[in-house]
């Protein structure tokens, strides 16, 4: 694997370590279903794309995009704790009447954003372009990350982790677990929509089919991450999903470039396949850890 497809890798890798944070709040803390992130991920993108282009300033696009996400994330949770419909039926809803409403914000499948300026334009130049956005786009992971992590210690983060721990335990402490389930909604799928917004400005484009298979990334980072580093502290747990979405990136990079698979036939057309298969993995490792630990225990 060159340097530049290394960046590359490490550049998506963090731009999902946001979706993962995301991810978290509503797999983890809410335990919420949420396939929203597949509609709210090029929302998000989406946004931003339209308002770079009209001339709006790009961190300002990517607020923007933010608060859409947000919105789509309180729709979410609105039709599950208002209406009493399913979980996961609440967001594969929400997910398909956002790809109609993206294709409204755009206009079209496809916006491209060549020549216009970005998050990275202050930033990158023409040597340092292959790393200087992994910098920026580090940065803003780690404040998300920081904020997240404030978050949880707050009274209302304690209480959003009570709600998805024990829902009936936490109504009986006086905790308005429908509040609590519209916030959390609201912030996961923000940070997904702002991955979005700085996914589309690294590639140079919108496009309406961006945000597939966004949710099982998100979720293989998430399981990865709680693999490699097991923990209960709040800030090593975000820090842990963040890891495990480069490092799932870097999986795929060196997957698809690797020659002994070149050599069978694999290509950047099996990207879902492969990305199928490491997930897979991700939820076999600690199935197996657990009995290889219980094997010792037994000897």
Request: positive net charge; charged residues 10%.
């Amino acid at each position: 694997m060159s340097l530049i497809a290394f960046f590359g890798a490490l550049e998506s890798g963090l731009i999902y370590g946001l979706v993962a944070l995301g991810v978290l709040i509503s797999f983890r803390t809410l335990d919420f279903p949420d396939l929203t992130a597949d509609g709210s991920f090029p929302l998000g993108g989406a946004i931003a794309g339209v308002s770079i282009v009209a001339g709006i300033n790009p961190w300002l696009a990517c607020g923007l995009g933010m608060l859409a996400g947000s919105l789509a994330g309180i729709v979410t949770a609105w039709l599950h704790v208002k209406l009493g419909i399913l979980q996961l039926l609440a967001s594969i809803l929400v997910m398909v009447a956002l790809y109609s409403v993206n294709l409204r914000i755009m206009g079209a499948p496809n916006l491209p954003l060549l020549g216009e300026a970005t998050v990275f334009s202050a930033f990158v130049n023409d040597s340092n372009g292959f790393w200087m956005r992994c910098v920026v786009i580090g940065a803003v992971v780690l404040v998300a990350k920081l904020l997240l992590d404030w978050f949880y210690s707050t009274e209302s983060g304690l209480s959003m982790r009570a709600t998805g721990s024990n829902l009936r335990m936490a109504q009986a402490q006086g905790i308005n677990t429908s509040r609590m389930t519209i916030i959390g909604m609201a912030v996961s799928n923000s940070l997904i929509a702002l991955g979005g917004a700085l996914f589309v400005q690294t590639q140079g484009g919108v496009s309406i089919d961006i945000g597939i298979g966004t949710i099982v990334i998100g979720l293989a980072a998430v399981i990865i991450g709680e693999t490699i580093i097991p923990a209960k502290r709040i800030w090593l747990i975000t820090l842990a999903v963040i890891i495990g979405a480069t490092l799932y990136r870097l999986f795929i990079q060196v997957a698809l470039s690797s020659d002994t698979l070149r050599s069978i036939g694999f290509g950047p057309q099996d990207l879902n396949l492969v990305t199928a298969l490491l997930v897979v993995i991700a939820l076999v490792l600690p199935q197996a850890k657990t009995r290889l630990l219980s094997r010792r225990l037994k000897t």
